[in-house]
Nanobody, 122 residues
Framework: AQLDESGGGSVQVGDNLTLSCVVS????????MAWFRQTPGKEREGVAH???????ATADSFLGRFTISRDTAKNTLYLQMNSLKSEDTGTYFC?????????????????WGQGTQVTVSS
């Protein structure tokens, strides 16, 4: 099983970015899939997740601006990030959950990508 993120970069406040996570070794809809974000000195935190049955959830800090989705034909998970703020800066990871449903608990995730850096400056 392998997860390969891409799409990060350095942008300005208010810009948009789309992160991609190409999944290899299993179907992107076989388990819960999620995006997490980590910043220096802080624990990795959940950003958004999508369950096997397509229910999604977005953490409060990103609600209304970030959208998680998947393309089963491309076996790829996405995170559309709109109206970026400086506090959105961090390394974003995609992760595969243990179960069909999703939680925000990092221990419920089996596989992780290498991360992609997003830097938002004013």
């Amino acid at each position: 099983a392998q997860l390969d993120e891409s799409g990060g970069g350095s942008v300005q406040v208010g810009d948009n970015l789309t992160l991609s996570c190409v999944v290899s070794g299993y179907s992107v809809r076989s388990n819960c899939m999620a995006w997490f974000r980590q910043t220096p000195g802080k624990e990795r935190e959940g950003v958004a997740h999508i369950a096997t049955f397509s229910r999604t959830a977005t953490a409060d800090s990103f609600l209304g601006r970030f959208t998680i989705s998947r393309d089963t034909a491309k076996n790829t998970l996405y995170l559309q990030m709109n109206s970026l703020k400086s506090e959105d800066t961090g390394t974003y990871f995609c992760a595969r959950g243990r179960y069909a449903g999703c939680t925000w608990n990092r221990d419920d995730y089996l596989d992780w990508g290498q991360g992609t850096q997003v830097t938002v400056s004013s």
